[in-house]
C-alpha cells in the first residue's frame, strides 16, 4: 500500500485483482513522490501531461483492469505517435501503477519502429481515393480523406470539426500544454460547409453516421477502406495514420526544398559580391 494515499481513499478504489479506480488524488500523490526524488521541473511536466491523457483515455468510471494499459498502447499507436513517444508514455504509466502497488496492471510491451509496419500512401494515390469518392458520389468519405491528408488531424479529433469551427475560419484543438492552432485550408473549410448544409447539419461536429451519431474509429477506417478497393489503392494504406504520414511529409519536403531555395539564393548573393569585395579583386 502506498504511504502517500490515506488508508481509507485505496480502500474505496482498489478492487483487488479485478484493477483499481484511478483518481486525480492518486496521480497528484504519486506526481508529489517524484518531484521529492529530485526529478526536475520539465519532466515532472512530461509525466503529468502523460498520465493527463490516460487519464483521460479511461471510461466514465476510471476503472483499469489486467489489459487496459495494452488498450491505450494499441490506441496510442493508431492515432500515429511515434514508438518512442509510445514507450516514454508507457513508462509513466508503468512506473504510476508501480508506486500504486499494482504490478499486475503494468503493460511491458515495448514498441518497436518498424519500416513495414506502415506502408507509404503516395500524392498520387491520395488523389485517386479523391476521385474515386467523387465518381462513386461518396461525399462523407471523400471529405473524411481531405481532412485527414490536409490537416494532420488525429481520429480523436474529428469532433472537433464543427460547423462554428468552418465558420469562425479558425480551430483550436486539444487542452492545456496540448493546445494548438490546426490550419484547416480554406478550400476545404468551404466544401466542409457545403457539405454540412447538404446533409441539414447546422451546428456541432460535421463527421456524423446517418443515425446523427460521432462517428467511430471503426466506422472510418471502413469508409476508407472500401474507398481503397475501387480506387485501386492497398487496403493497409487505406487508414488515418497514412494519410497523417503522407501530410508531415508533404510539409517536410516543401520545407526541404524551401531550406534549397534560400541556400541557393544567399550562395548567389556571396558570389555576386564576391565579384567587388573579394580580396583577389585589390
Known amino acids: 500500500m502506498p504511504q502517500h494515499i490515506p488508508k481509507e481513499v485505496d480502500a474505496v478504489h482498489d478492487i483487488g485483482s479485478q484493477g ?13 513522490s517524484i518531484r521529492a526524488k529530485g526529478l526536475s521541473k520539465d519532466t515532472c511536466k512530461q509525466y503529468s501531461a502523460k ?28 492515432d500515429g505517435y511515434a514508438p518512442r513517444t509510445v514507450n516514454l508514455s508507457l513508462s509513466v504509466v508503468n512506473s504510476f501503477f508501480l508506486w500504486l502497488g499494482r504490478r499486475d ?11 513495414d509496419a506502415q506502408p507509404e500512401l503516395t500524392r498520387n494515390e491520395y488523389l485517386r481515393l479523391l476521385q474515386t469518392a467523387k465518381i462513386h458520389n461518396k461525399h462523407r468519405t471523400y471529405l473524411l480523406v481531405k481532412v485527414f491528408a490536409t490537416t494532420g488531424i488525429i481520429i480523436g479529433e474529428l469532433p472537433e470539426i464543427t460547423v462554428e469551427a468552418m465558420r469562425a475560419g479558425n480551430l483550436i484543438i486539444g487542452k492545456g500544454s496540448k493546445r494548438r492552432l490546426l490550419h484547416i485550408p480554406d478550400c476545404v473549410q468551404k466544401e466542409l460547409l457545403e457539405y454540412a448544409e447538404e446533409e ?10 446517418r443515425s446523427g451519431k ?15 478497393n475501387d480506387a485501386r489503392v492497398d487496403d493497409e494504406k487505406g487508414n488515418p495514420r497514412c494519410l497523417r504520414k503522407l ?10 526544398n524551401m531550406q534549397l531555395l ?21
Open 51 to 78: 498520465l493527463e491523457i490516460f487519464y483521460r483515455f479511461l471510461s466514465t468510471d476510471k476503472l483499469v483492469r489486467q489489459g487496459t494499459v495494452e488498450l491505450w498502447r494499441e490506441k496510442l499507436i493508431e
Open 214 to 228: 460521432l462517428m467511430v474509429r471503426a466506422h472510418v477506417n471502413a469508409c476508407i477502406h472500401e474507398l481503397c
Open 105 to 115: 496492471l503494468q503493460c511491458m510491451q515495448s514498441t518497436k519502429p518498424q519500416k
Open 20 to 32: 483499481v479506480v484511478i483518481t486525480r488524488r492518486q496521480i497528484d500523490g504519486y506526481l508529489e
Open 262 to 282: 534560400l541556400d541557393q539564393t544567399y550562395n548567389r548573393m556571396i558570389e555576386a559580391e564576391q565579384c567587388t569585395t573579394g580580396w583577389e579583386q585589390r
Open 247 to 256: 501530410y508531415q511529409e508533404t510539409r517536410q519536403d516543401i520545407q526541404r
Open 200 to 209: 441539414g447539419i447546422r451546428s456541432g461536429p460535421i463527421f456524423l453516421t
